[in-house]
């Protein structure tokens, strides 16, 4: 008994020092490494990288080689590119849990960047939905640069009444909110939806699309952005720092939550019998260890003690049918995208400083010239 007894404890001890051991392995910051030469033959253009992990400063504009179109891929020309919160969760590489695949210490990857809109300059074999010239919008790795290199997937056609900078900040926004209201929400005509963090870069596409979707919407933002919000098509608009809307006599059939900031229990309040609250994001929350994984985890521990359905969710912005979908909204004018601030490419730091910062009015942009 004693022997068992010690070598449970040994197996303890173990098992902490390992975790011990992980969780400082995962929270260290290694010194940058140098960037490797080009080749004198090289075909260049610029691109912001990082290659360490750290604030707004590890982002720097470099001259790194042009890429060439692989079979079945695209060369493509980027017009502008637009910022996420997802882009400066890996510009910190946090939460940490993320570096077990991004990189120990430091980015496995030095390319940083997903939404961007531009034009196809290269095609390889095998590409068949887009040619030569075409103006498009997407997603693809390392979007903060002068050109990529994308397979079809997660690509659609720039509708002609929309700018490149409007359709740069519309994937991972846009399909967000497509997907939370239409896949989760199951919204539909007749229904009322409250849109809390309604002039952000989900909220603006969320209040559009439930109107989209045959909604009645409610807007919750600050006093400044009000007269933005009701623009966009919202029959109501409550200013929070001056009412709290879970106090309101209102009952709704959904609450979209594009900033997370409040109390679960809160939302009760004003759902209908059969609502549903539907989380996509933990603001602009740069806590280390959780980060956006917090509201999930959130709700998975709080649902046996609530009486609504609760869903967190991370969009899947690679959904070229959803992207199709969002550019015929734009196409019949149903969603006018909302840019806030465009910087240039030197400028991105800046731009993630005011992205980070969390008062945002719909997306911030980054232009290539």
């Known amino acids: ?91 910190r590489g946090s939460p940490y849990i993320m570096r077990m695949q991004i990189g120990m210490g430091a980015p496995k990857s030095s390319r940083i960047g997903v939404d961007f809109s531009g034009t196809v300059e290269a095609i390889g074999p095998g590409v068949r939905r887009f040619k030569v010239g075409d103006a498009i919008f997407g997603t693809a790795d390392g979007a903060l640069a002068e050109y990529v290199t994308s397979t079809e997937v997660g690509l659609a056609l720039k509708p002609d009444n929309i700018s490149f900078a409007q359709a740069a900040g519309v994937p991972v926004a846009g399909v ?6 239409r896949d989760y929400a199951h919204v539909g005509p007749g229904m009322k939806v409250l849109v809390n963090g309604a002039s952000g870069g989900v909220g603006t596409f969320a209040v559009q699309i ?87 985890i959130k709700v998975r521990l709080m649902t046996p003690f609530l009486h609504h359905p609760f869903v967190s969710f991370f969009a899947d912005a690679n959904r070229t049918a959803d992207l199709d979908t969002l550019g015929e909204l734009m196409r019949t004018g149903k969603v006018v995208p909302v840019v806030d601030r465009t910087y240039p490419l030197a400028d991105a730091s800046a731009g993630m400083t005011y992205l980070e910062a969390g008062h945002a009015r719909g997306k911030v942009i980054i232009a290539m010239e």
Not at 19 to 36: F, R, T
Not at 176 to 181: E, F, I, K, P
Request: glycine share 8%.
């Open 210 to 296: 439930a109107r989209s979707l045959g909604a009645e919407v409610t807007a919750v933002c600050s006093t400044r952005n009000l007269e933005l919000v009701r623009s966009l098509g919202a029959s109501r608009v409550i200013d929070y720092t001056r009412e709290d809307f879970t106090r309101d006599s209102e009952r709704y059939d959904v609450v979209f939550d594009a900033v997370n900031n409040r109390a679960l229990r809160d939302y009760e309040r004003i759902l209908v019998p059969k609502g549903i609250v539907v989380l996509v994001g933990a603001g602009p929350s740069i806590e280390p260890w959780l980060g956006p994984l917090e509201g999930m």
């Open 1 to 91: 008994m004693r022997v068992a007894k010690r070598i449970a404890g040994w197996g303890l001890g173990l098992l902490v020092a390992a975790v011990a051991a992980l969780a400082i392995a995962l929270a260290h910051n290694a010194s940058p490494a140098p960037a490797a030469p080009l080749p004198a033959t090289a075909v260049r253009m610029k691109a912001i990288v990082y290659r360490e992990y750290g604030g707004p400063a590890v982002l720097r504009l470099e001259q790194i080689a042009k890429p060439t179109p692989a079979a079945n891929e695209l060369l493509i020309k980027v017009h502008d590119a637009a910022l996420n919160p997802l882009d400066f969760h890996y510009m």
């Open 176 to 181: 967000t909110a497509l997907q939370g209201l």
